[in-house]
Every structure is written in structure tokens, then in C-alpha cells.
Nanobody, 121 residues
Framework: QVQLVESGGGLVQPGGSLRLSCAAS????????MGWYRQAPGKQRESVAL???????NYADSVKDRFTISRDNAKTTVFLQMNSLKPEDTAVYYC???????????????WGKGTQVTVSS
């Protein structure tokens, strides 16, 4: 009923850049906080960057000054610009969103299926 579809992952050399996108679709009244999480092999999923509907942002210390999160004007697509990528950024990146449903007006949390980012020479 609500889908989050990520795109933009891939293989990049250390120091390179990638731009991830996540588009939300389906039965949506509005979307509040959207964010990116990542999970590396053998590690727990961690928060990378969050952005509220009003545009406030929050970043993990490990990506500050390298990654930038943003949203489109319709507030249904979130982007993650990743610069100066390091091998330790290698992970599956997941999109997350708090979606207010139009019928119940309840806020439900959704996850995308993830996109692989590999940083390697």
C-alpha cells in the first residue's frame, strides 16, 4: 500500500561519490521524517541521516561533512548525496519513512528493500 523504492547504489572507488534516491508511492496522506540507514555484513543496522518534513537534518558522526540528505518539494522523495566515500561506507542502504495514511490518519513506519553500496578499489 506504501512502497519505498531506492536507487542509485553501486560500486565506486574510495574518494568517489554516489547519489541515492528513494521515492515513496501508494496510499499516502503525508510523510514526516524520512531517512537513510545502512547495514554492513555482520553489523547492526545504523542510522545514517534523517530529514524532517520541515527540513531539519541529523547525521551520524561518521558521515558528517561527507553526506548530505535532502527532499524534493513534494516531500515524497529523499536523496542522499555521498561524497568522499570510504571502504567502511560499504553496506546495504535502506530508506525509511514515517507515513500518515489517508484513511486512518495513523502514522506508520515503512522501509525500502535496500540498495547495495560498495566502496572498493
Amino acid at each position: 500500500q506504501v512502497q519505498l523504492v531506492e536507487s542509485g547504489g553501486g560500486l565506486v572507488q574510495p574518494g568517489g561519490s554516489l547519489r541515492l534516491s528513494c521515492a515513496a508511492s501508494g496510499s499516502i496522506f503525508s510523510i514526516y521524517t524520512m531517512g537513510w540507514y545502512r547495514q554492513a555484513p555482520g553489523k547492526q543496522r545504523e542510522s545514517v541521516a534523517l530529514i524532517t518534513r520541515g527540513g531539519s537534518t541529523n547525521y551520524a558522526d561518521s558521515v558528517k561533512d561527507r553526506f548530505t540528505i535532502s527532499r524534493d518539494n513534494a516531500k515524497t522523495t529523499v536523496f542522499l548525496q555521498m561524497n568522499s566515500l570510504k571502504p567502511e561506507d560499504t553496506a546495504v542502504y535502506y530508506c525509511n519513512a514515517d507515513v500518515r495514511r489517508p484513511t486512518t490518519l495513523r502514522t506508520v513506519n515503512y522501509w525500502g528493500k535496500g540498495t547495495q553500496v560498495t566502496v572498493s578499489s
